[in-house]
């Protein structure tokens, strides 16, 4: 049952469209997917062969993909999954997708992991009680057909390149729940853990609030109050700078984008296109 304390749930409760994710690395970092039943997930995670995240020494440590890619290749399960929902794959070695978005089933997904589901719609008091981002949202979800539609739909046609901090993940994951989009191109995507690292750095280091007090209790509530604000006004559910575009829009902005990049300006190749999309 998922609270306040814990989004930690059971297999037997799982329905397709739900967010669902596992803790990584001693709880470091979360690995995000789309559950589409049948014990399988659709998730974006690095292509074989391909560098991606920061580019930095940080990705030995936040890179967030799944470990288990290649004790998946060798699984049955993930194979028949690969073989029905990406049939143009059959024949490729490395049996992942363009893109990095690809199909595994649940116990590689988990990586031996716990379960736990992603929630949607919940109120400001729980949203500000889960102290941890990247497990609840205030935005509320679209139905499950919308949503595994648009996880399938990428599973064939990619999500981008994968970029820790703009398109990782849990970005992926979000946009096939709600369908939303970050329009302006210098800010953090949809990411909750990248927004509560962020909340926390200024928090700590940005704020001339802190230098109002000088007791540790005094300075533990403005530094807490500061990361709480930040959390909330990053958050997809009420931040304004957000599109909800199609999925097929959205294919085809990200195509067009990977064939203009070198002539596109970095402003006009983050902005998705501003179609609203019926559900």
Same mark, same amino acid.
């Given at each position: ?14 329905? $397709? ?29 690095? =292509? ?80 500000? =009680? ?13 139905? $499950? ?12 046609? +990619? ?39 962020? =909340? ?16 540790? +209790? ?27 575009? $199609? ?13 203009? =990049? ?18």
């Amino acid at each position: 049952m998922v609270g306040v304390l814990s989004n930690k749930v059971g297999r037997d409760e799982l329905k $397709p469209g739900d967010h669902i994710y596992s803790w990584r690395s001693a709880y470091l970092y979360s690995h995000h997917g789309i559950y589409i039943g049948d014990e399988k997930v659709v998730h974006f995670t690095r =292509a074989a062969g391909q560098e991606i995240g920061t580019g930095t020494v940080l990705d030995l440590i936040l890179f967030s993909s799944s470990p288990t890619t290649h004790a998946a290749n060798s699984c049955d399960r993930c194979t028949a999954a690969r073989d029905q929902h990406q049939p143009e794959l059959r024949n490729c070695s490395d049996g992942s997708a363009g893109g990095g978005v690809i199909i595994s089933c649940l116990d590689c997904f988990l990586d031996g992991g716990n379960l736990y589901l992603f929630t949607y719609n919940v109120s400001p008091a729980f949203f500000l =009680a889960k102290a941890r981002g990247g497990t609840c949202t205030l935005a509320g979800s679209d139905v $499950p057909d919308v949503v595994v539609h648009r996880a399938l739909f990428l599973l064939t046609r +990619g999500f981008g390149a994968y970029c820790l901090f703009k398109n990782n993940c849990e970005d992926f994951a979000i946009y096939c729940k709600t369908g939303l989009l970050v329009e302006t191109a210098f800010s953090v995507g949809r990411s909750g853990q990248l927004t509560s690292i962020t =909340a926390a750095i200024s928090a700590v280091a940005s704020s001339p609030l802190r230098f109002l007090t000088t007791s540790a +209790g005094g300075l533990a509530i403005v530094t807490t109050s500061m990361y709480c604000m930040g959390r909330y006004i990053a958050d997809i559910g009420v931040r304004r700078d957000v599109l909800k575009v $199609p999925v097929e829009r959205l294919v085809e902005h990200v195509h067009i984008s990977a064939q203009e =990049a070198p002539s596109v300006p970095a402003s006009a190749a983050a902005s998705p296109l501003g179609t609203t999309e019926r559900s």
